[in-house]
Structures are given as structure tokens and as C-alpha cells.
């Protein structure tokens, strides 16, 4: 029969980064792994696009795009930043395991590329915050004979933060013939109207939390206008004195 010794050396799967938690079991010491990362990261893609503020005027934008959104977005403060003219709604997007986000304004706004070869007007849903900065940490890459000045966003590298989320409406309009991959590397750049787009995965030293890249519309409508009767019928709370408890 075989023993399990607890002076024997920790474990440790190559290509992973575990956590170990230390916990004492009367003779010895029991080590339980909580949990294990991947010491890589997916790059998602990013580009750099120009939109329309209020005044007309072609402004610098950097945008995510992702292919599993059947929604654009735009960030609260890149609207402002734009002073953008909303809409009020109040619809239901949903995402990763049923989860709901209620959407209160929407704008609509035009955006192109440098040289506004390509332009296209589109409806974007405003939330708070798109998502943590992209890339989560910088990294460094040897562009080799690829010339920087092709790419869509030339800082792809540098950690950033996101204004707009392109979805599917847009994304697969943007894609043109081309891809490059970049030798001794997993990165796949792929040609748009923008320029090249990288993403694939990385080396990293721990990886932040996961991209979903699946975003949807509620289509249910039912549920959707029940959410916005019970706040439009919310009664503003009453001060009560002491001759309201006297009529009540």
C-alpha cells in the first residue's frame, strides 16, 4: 500500500501559477491548491477610429471589437468628452450566465478611420465603463519587418483604456483581405479599414480577469416594460409629521 508523505515537495504543473493555502492538520502540514491561472493571456483586438463630436469635428477614439456583441457601446465619459446627444430608454442587455445590465441612454454617432476612406453611422448603448484597460499589462514584442504604422492601434501593447466597443454589426464590415502572423509568437494580425489588428495570446506573468465577448439584447419586451412601469410608478418618499399620523 502506498503512502502519502506531508514533508513531500508542493506540486507545481508546469505553465501554471497557483495559488496554495497552508493549513494545519495536526501532524504536518496540508497544502490545498485554491486555484490555478494560466500563465498566458488572450490580446483582444483594439484599433484606434475617429468620431463625430457635437461640433462636427473628427475626434480620437480607441475602440475594442468583438465579434460576440450584438450591441455597440460607448463609454459615460467618452459621451461627455464628445458632448454626444442622448436618448433616454430603458432596455435590458444581457451577457455571460444571464446576467443583466439595464441600459439608460443611447446615442447615435458617426465613426470613421484616418483618411475617412471608411465612415459609418451607428447606434452605441452608454454605460459607466466598458472594460479594464486592454492590454490588462504591457508586454514587449519585436514588430521585425512589420512596420508599426500599418497597425491599427500602434500602442496594441500598452495597457489603455477602452472608449467603444465595435460589435458584430460593425466588426465583420471593417474585415479586409490579409492576415500576418509574427514569427516565434502566437499573435495573429489580421488586416481592417483601420490598419492591422493583433490579438492572440500572450506571455504574462498572472492573468486579471477574463473577456467574455458575448453580449446580447433582451428581447423580452414584456419583462423589459414591467422593469420600466415599476420605476416610473416609484413614489417619492413622504416626510411623516405628526398630523399625517394623526390622518392616517
Partial sequence: MSQLS??????KPINYIGEISKESQGVGDLFTATSYVKSKSVLLATAICFIR???GKMQEVRALLDGGSTSNFISQQCMNRLNLKREKINILVSGLNNSELT??????????????SYETNA??????RITDMIPSQPFNVSLGNFSREKLADENFNIPGNIDLL????????ILLPGQTNLLNTKLI??????GYIASGSIPVSSENKPHCGLIKDN?????????FWEIENVEPETIKNKET???E
Avoid at 447606434?123 to 459607466?128: E, H, K
Avoid at 428581447?219 to 422593469?227: A, G
Fill in 103 to 116: 441600459i439608460k441612454s443611447r446615442v447615435n454617432a458617426t465613426i470613421a478611420n484616418r483618411g475617412n
Fill in 245 to 247: 399620523i394623526i390622518c
Fill in 189 to 194: 494580425f489580421q488586416n481592417t479599414v483601420f
Fill in 219 to 227: 428581447v423580452d419586451l414584456e419583462k423589459t416594460m414591467r422593469r
Fill in 53 to 55: 463630436d457635437s461640433f
Fill in 166 to 173: 465595435l460589435g458584430a454589426e460593425i466588426f465583420y464590415e
Fill in 6 to 11: 506531508a514533508k513531500a515537495s508542493v506540486f
Fill in 123 to 128: 447606434d452605441f448603448f452608454v454605460v459607466p
